[in-house]
């Protein structure tokens, strides 16, 4: 009788092993990088890459189904970031194939950031927040906000 026991939750233990490890495999294959390494933004219909330039500004660049960028049309982007007290609104021009923050980042090395993107003027818009954090990962060189190491 024990050893059936035993031999129940032995097994009950490999399952869970089996399909944490399993859905811990899946979800690094589905994270990448942007094509500009930057953080992979795909709470929206259309997937767009967040970047921080060299001179801290944001950069947008929206994508395909393939991952390639594609010029911006009808879509509206704002970003807040920085302290709750003194919040740094971003708002964006096209640049090209891209939309460029007109401000940059505040200081600091670690930024809370709120990303809002509307498809269109009058859709509802799609939020994305988190911590903008310009370390570089050791390794995969990317900076943490665009870690495609570990979740």
Known sequence: MKIKSISFHLFAIAILALS??????????????????????????QPAEFLVTADRKVQITFL???GKA??????????????RAAPTKLT?????????S?????????IPTV??????P???????RFNVNLSKCPTCNNAEYACVCHE
């Open 70 to 83: 594609i010029a911006p049309s009808d879509q509206v982007v704002t970003v807040v970031a920085g302290d």
């Open 64 to 66: 395909d189904d393939h």
């Open 115 to 120: 990303v809002q993107i509307k498809p269109t």
């Open 102 to 110: 007109d401000v940059a980042l505040p200081e600091g090395n670690d």
């Open 20 to 45: 944490t490890a399993s859905g811990h495999a899946h979800s690094d294959k589905a994270k990448a990088a942007g094509p500009n390494g930057g953080r992979i933004l795909s709470g929206s219909e």
């Open 92 to 100: 964006f021009t096209k640049s090209g194939d891209t939309l460029v």
């Open 122 to 128: 009058t859709a509802k818009a799609v939020t994305d």
